[in-house]
């Protein structure tokens, strides 16, 4: 049985930092590309970030490129989103997910598992 358990939301100002966290358990980690989306009140879930099986690579947003980094570490089975300089339009759930054996998450019909979800709340 797979598992995503995400971490690290919570509230900051505007111009803050938070890491999301997320622990991956059920299947070979290093096997399939890690990402990360979210949610915002009355909107459609979107891409934010991902990054491939081996960590090469990684891909994000343009709303979000050059203020948020991901990365993982195989050998824990986590992967991070570090969120920089954030704005009151980044507020919303952030869900990790895992994509299919060898594929990086760009997109939702490619992700095989989501996490529970994590709150982010930027004030202005």
């Known amino acids: 049985q797979v598992q995503l358990v995400e971490s690290g939301g919570g509230l900051v100002q505007a111009g803050g930092s938070l890491r999301l966290s997320c622990v991956a358990s059920?299947?070979?980690?290093?096997?399939?590309?890690m990402g990360w989306f979210r949610q915002a009140p009355g909107k459609e879930r979107e891409f934010v970030a991902a990054?491939?099986?081996?960590?090469?690579?990684?891909v994000y947003a343009i709303s979000v490129k050059g203020r948020f980094t991901i990365s993982r570490d195989n050998a824990k089975n986590t992967v991070w989103l570090q969120m920089d300089n954030l704005k009151p339009e980044d507020t919303a759930f952030y869900y990790c997910?895992?994509?299919?054996?060898?594929?990086?998450?760009?997109?939702?019909?490619?992700?095989?598992?989501w996490g529970q979800g994590t709150q982010v709340t930027v004030s202005s």
């Open positions: 059920g299947r070979p980690f290093s096997s399939y590309g």
């Open positions: 997910a895992q994509g299919r054996r060898w594929v990086t998450p760009t997109i939702k019909q490619v992700v095989d598992y």
């Open positions: 990054i491939s099986y081996s960590g090469d690579s990684p």
